[in-house]
Antibody
């Protein structure tokens, strides 16, 4: 069955960068677009961007333009999110998710805490 | 960038009926926005209830139904149960970019 397993929680200082991984199993990574979504405490779900895992083409929300990079390693069936210039407002749960047949499959979430 | 709006909170009595809505700042919500509805309980990832505005999954209780109503996407719950208390999120697509609504906290009381 489809599974997305994310890397563990991170604590970062303001101004630093974070890289979160998402390992896919149960399906071929290159078949589907993979999205990243975050949820700050008590806030709405926020779409960050996606990667077409076959071509590597990406699209980003304007909110994160210039700070966000999404990549993938097809040989490792893993996608990555890297967010730079972290600030306290970036403290959130970060999810990878794919859309198959009208359903969204979610990773378990990675908590990123930005604090000095 | 579009803004998607939902009611921040709603209350329904057990056995009652309630409709949650999902609007777009760009105009009427249509099937071309491929509306999704998710249910999220504390500490859990969102669970898909409805996709493409009206389609349900096998795990979606029959008391939930999706529609397009008055220029918005709508999720109607008929015969609310205590276990339906949760936050409900809608998702609209704009040329492959996603925008989530703010979520509706539904209380069954």
């Amino acid at each position: 069955q489809v599974q997305l397993v994310q890397s563990g929680a991170e604590v970062k200082q303001p101004g630093a960068s974070v890289k979160v991984s998402c390992k896919a199993s149960g399906y071929t990574l290159t078949r589907y677009r993979l999205h990243w979504v975050r949820q700050a405490p008590g806030q709405r779900l926020e779409w960050m961007g996606y990667i077409n895992s076959d071509s590597g083409q990406t699209a980003y929300s304007q909110t994160f333009q210039g700070r966000l990079t999404i990549t993938r390693d097809t040989s490792a069936s893993t996608a990555y999110l890297e967010l730079n210039s972290l600030r306290s407002e970036d403290t959130a749960l970060y999810y990878c998710t794919i859309q198959i047949g009208g359903n969204l499959y979610w990773g378990q979430g990675t908590l990123v805490t930005v604090s000095s | 960038q579009a803004v998607v709006t939902q009611e921040p909170s709603l209350t329904v009595s057990p056995g009652g009926t309630v409709t949650l809505t999902c609007g777009s700042s760009t105009g009427a919500v249509t099937s071309g926005h491929w509306p999704y509805w998710f249910q999220q309980k504390p500490g859990q990832v969102p669970r898909t209830l409805v996709y493409d505005a009206t389609s349900r999954h096998p795990w979606t209780p029959a008391r939930f139904s999706g529609s397009l109503l008055g220029g918005k996407a709508a999720l109607t719950l008929s015969g609310a149960q205590p276990e339906d208390e949760a936050v409900y999120h809608c998702l609209l697509s704009y040329n492959s970019a996603w925008v989530f609504g703010g979520g509706t906290k539904l209380t069954v009381l």
